[in-house]
């Protein structure tokens, strides 16, 4: 065991579906702005997993626990595999995210599934997890949950950016991080590109031909989401009652779709962003070219250059390091952030059947 480091897992599986993230990360445990990832996969969902993430916003109560199970089963085996693949030996601990569900934090509710207590029990290793429901419980949106770690990891950026399922953003302001959900971006984007037979619109390339519907886009941006402030954050149920239905009734055509979306997204990011401010961009979106030159004739902002591993990951790094922060008793959710009442330190905690009871109880504070 190092003792001047925590290594650890970290996973994520976004809205968009493009499978689950893993990452191995090394944090500097008297610096947290220390950090490596060492080994870095994302693990593609089978055509059966995705059709049932897809239609599990549907299912009974009952269907649901049974999905938490099998998927936290899914997850174990991943993480078995991942670490036998990469001959991991050294390990503190796995932070899984999960998948979401259900978000709807106005009414109290939010779910992601991969239980921990089966992911603990079938990869034999301290499990932390169930990120957002003390938040929406204490009265938060229960996310964004990344801006903790951009504050800590990434304090010398004016903007974390990250373009994934949803745009979201955080900054500091005033002595506090503030972060909020802008708009969605691949979970549209993807949706309209499936249509043409396609998993994605690569570099943006069928938007760039089509025509922006100019309705459409006004009507968009009038969307009342957009006029509220911060704290606030987007799930699919959003998506499926507010976007897909405006879409549909006035524009069939998929690439004018695509382009009308892609202005809307640029239009509402640029918004956010003051120019000569340097800015962080990560997630998918950053491969769709011309998105982010949409976004560039908006704004002028600074863009710092990121490694693939950095773009693609940064979101399951982040929640492992709230794993860190869990484990060593530190908050690791912010109320300036989601609008809780208090700062804290995700709920969930997990560990295999042999545990120190002492480590045990700490994880619920």
């Known amino acids: 065991m190092n003792n001047n480091?925590?290594?650890?897992?970290?996973?994520?599986?976004?809205?968009?579906?493009?499978?689950?993230?893993?990452?191995?990360?090394?944090?500097?445990?008297?610096?947290?702005?220390?950090?490596?990832?060492?080994?870095?996969e994302t693990i593609p969902y089978s055509i059966e997993w995705k059709q049932q993430l897809q239609n599990a916003?549907?299912?009974?109560?009952?269907?649901?626990?049974?999905?938490d199970i099998s998927y936290g089963k899914y997850l174990a085996s991943l993480i078995n595999n991942?670490?036998?693949?990469?001959?991991?030996?050294?390990?503190?601990?796995?932070?899984?995210?999960?998948?979401?569900?259900?978000?709807?934090?106005?009414?109290?509710?939010?779910?992601?599934?991969?239980?921990g207590n089966e992911i603990a029990?079938?990869?034999?290793?301290?499990?932390?997890?169930?990120?957002?429901?003390?938040?929406?419980?204490?009265?938060?949106?229960?996310?964004?949950?990344?801006?903790?770690?951009?504050?800590?990891?990434?304090?010398?950026?004016?903007?974390?950016?990250?373009?994934?399922?949803?745009?979201?953003?955080?900054?500091?302001?005033?002595?506090?991080?503030?972060?909020?959900?802008i708009c969605p971006v691949n979970i549209v984007l993807n949706l309209y590109?499936?249509?043409?037979?396609?998993?994605?619109?690569?570099?943006?390339?069928?938007?760039?031909?089509?025509?922006?519907?100019?309705?459409?886009?006004?009507?968009?941006?009038q969307l009342e989401f957009y006029?509220?402030?911060?704290?606030?954050?987007?799930?699919?149920?959003?998506?499926?009652?507010?976007?897909l239905p405006l879409i549909d009734s006035l524009e069939k055509d998929v690439p004018n779709v695509l382009r009308t979306f892609v202005e809307h997204v640029a239009m509402q990011i640029s918004s956010v962003l003051e120019d000569s401010k340097s800015v962080l961009i990560t997630g998918g979106g950053v491969f769709n070219v011309f998105l982010i030159d949409r976004i560039k004739c908006y704004t002028n902002v600074k863009i710092v250059k990121a490694s693939n591993?950095?773009?693609n990951y940064k979101e399951a790094l982040i929640f492992a390091f709230l794993g860190v922060l869990k484990i060593d008793n530190q908050v690791n959710c912010l109320k300036s952030v989601t609008g809780a009442s208090q700062n804290h330190s995700?709920?969930?905690?997990?560990?295999?059947?042999?545990?120190?009871?002492?480590?045990?109880?700490?994880?619920?504070?």
């Not at 995700?346 to 504070?365: A, E, I, Q, R």
Request: net charge neutral.
């Open 82 to 115: 991942f670490v036998f693949n990469y001959k991991i030996e050294e390990l503190a601990f796995v932070a899984s995210h999960g998948h979401t569900i259900l978000h709807e934090p106005d009414k109290g509710i939010t779910l992601q599934i991969g239980y």
């Open 309 to 311: 591993n950095l773009i």
């Open 5 to 40: 480091y925590f290594f650890a897992l970290g996973l994520m599986s976004g809205t968009s579906l493009d499978g689950v993230d893993i990452v191995y990360v090394k944090f500097k445990r008297n610096d947290y702005s220390f950090f490596e990832i060492l080994q870095a």
């Open 121 to 181: 029990k079938l990869t034999k290793q301290k499990v932390v997890c169930d990120f957002r429901t003390q938040d929406v419980k204490l009265g938060g949106q229960g996310a964004p949950l990344v801006p903790i770690g951009d504050e800590l990891l990434f304090s010398n950026i004016d903007y974390c950016l990250n373009l994934g399922g949803f745009s979201n953003v955080s900054y500091h302001n005033k002595g506090s991080r503030i972060a909020f959900d």
């Open 346 to 365: 995700c709920w969930g905690c997990f560990f295999t059947l042999v545990f120190d009871l002492k480590s045990f109880n700490n994880c619920f504070f």
């Open 57 to 67: 916003i549907h299912f009974s109560s009952d269907e649901l626990k049974k999905l």
């Open 227 to 243: 006029q509220k402030n911060p704290p606030k954050s987007l799930g699919l149920e959003w998506v499926q009652q507010q976007i």
């Open 193 to 221: 590109a499936n249509k043409l037979g396609l998993e994605y619109d690569a570099s943006g390339e069928i938007a760039s031909k089509g025509t922006i519907n100019k309705v459409l886009l006004e009507k968009l941006n």
